[in-house]
């Protein structure tokens, strides 16, 4: 059971005056005579409430397609820039094909043109290489035969001086005879002297024929192991070029190659283009599409804030039902949520008077995150205070009505020091776990948190859809009363209610 609650004067001392006047419209409900109107008043604030439910959900609804189609208009954004990269990429593609089939044309015709240029003097070098190495041989050939003819020449001119020697030696003795005949064999050896005298010039003269072959001889020795030399490297030329011929028949299957490698670029040319063209058709309408993309979710955001602006409306018409003095089904659960946050505005004033807390410190919004937590988790000075006074309070708070799901004190920025003992367990590593268990130490920003953090009315009923994590979202009632410290306002006393029905 909930603790007593302060006295009328207590917790008016605790509100400011717009608040403090609602309590006492809140408290004089108890003492209303129900009447007709009265009657028709409550039926109108539960349609109203029944209305703020429904268009609150719907408002979720749209909310979650609007982002996710803000998501999605990114999205489409990065995919259509992507799209504008390829085409780009593309036509670059396409170029950079076209200059490589027109280098690869120019390479082909210059190694067609250079090729057969080569050829053709390679042909006519290795003619005269072959002719070079008959023209050696046959060369050859013939010194071979001046060598034999020499050879002869050097027999005859052996056989002649040995005739002449032969012919001297006769002459000599003839002139023997000759002086021993006396005057009769003068004439004689006149005759005999003259052929002596020609034998000796013979053999002079074969000596120096002999001795001319020989330096000749010797010549055409060493000429004939030049020509044979020459002979053999005309030869060893004729096979080099006959490996050269087969080296050109490799360049030749280079240069087939070649017209193969052309013959594929023009292939992939073509569909290249094919492909551009496609592309600047798909940017063309992926454009379209993205700008209606683009309304469409201006056209949700629109609708999303026509929707809070509802939202907003249905909150006032139930505020003034609620002080107009009718009871409803939530007015006990809004009375007791204004007066628990008188009862924690009047404990932390307490705290400020005992010097349990500083007001810097109570007021403190420096959140520092808590290392490793997910979902992500804060300290203040003031949360050590908040673990100590507010369980009491809030635990009580529960137990006041079934559809009552959790209360808690947040301050102005929808942060939630010290939660109720059900969502205040030791974060694990499953963060879709820690979202609905470890809901203490977190800062609840949204709309709806925000606004309760925040509300300075005597009381604030709003209808939400509380996101418990891993996509799952729960349809709320969040009722909030402020909580001022001292004049200032701190933040608001929180309470989630389940939908009746």
Partial sequence: MIEPMLKDEEADACLAPDVALSTENLNAAGNLNTDGMADVIAHVGGQISTLAVNIADTSGTVGDVAGAMAKQSDAFAEVYSSAEEIAVANVQLT?????????????????????????????????????????????????????????????????????????????INAGIIATRAGEAGKGFSIIAGSVRELAVQTSEVSKNITARLNALEATVTELLKHGEMSSKLAAEAVVRSEKIDEEFGRFREFGDQVDTLTASIGQIVGPVKRNSELCGQIIETMGTLNNEVKVNTSALSDTSNKFDTLVSFTEEMILLIEQSGVETEDSHIIRHCVDAA???????????????????????????????????????????????????????????????????????????????????KPQSRDPIWNAANCRNRRIFNDRTGLAAGRNTKPFLMQTYRRDMGGGVFSLMKDLSAPIFVRGKHWGGFRVGCKIAG
């Fill in 342 to 424: 008188n009862r924690t505005a009047a404990i932390f004033e307490q705290a400020l008077t005992d010097g349990k807390i500083g007001m810097s410190a109570l007021f403190d919004e420096n959140y520092q995150p808590i290392a490793g937590s997910d979902p992500q988790q804060v300290l203040t000075q003031f949360t050590e205070f908040t673990d100590r006074v507010m369980p009491d309070i809030q635990e009580a708070f529960l137990e006041l009505d079934k559809r009552i799901v959790f209360c808690a004190a947040i301050d102005r920025n929808g942060y939630l020091p010290t939660h109720n003992h059900i969502y205040s």
């Fill in 95 to 171: 170029d950079v094909l076209s200059q490589a089939t027109n280098i690869a044309d120019g390479v082909q015709q210059g190694l067609k043109s250079t090729t057969a240029s080569v050829e053709d003097i390679f042909t006519a070098a290795s003619s005269d290489i072959t002719a070079m190495a008959k023209s050696a041989d046959t060369v050859n050939s013939e010194f071979a035969g001046v060598k034999e003819k020499l050879s002869e020449v050097y027999d005859y001119s052996e056989s002649i001086q040995k005739i002449a020697s032969e012919t001297q030696m006769l002459a």
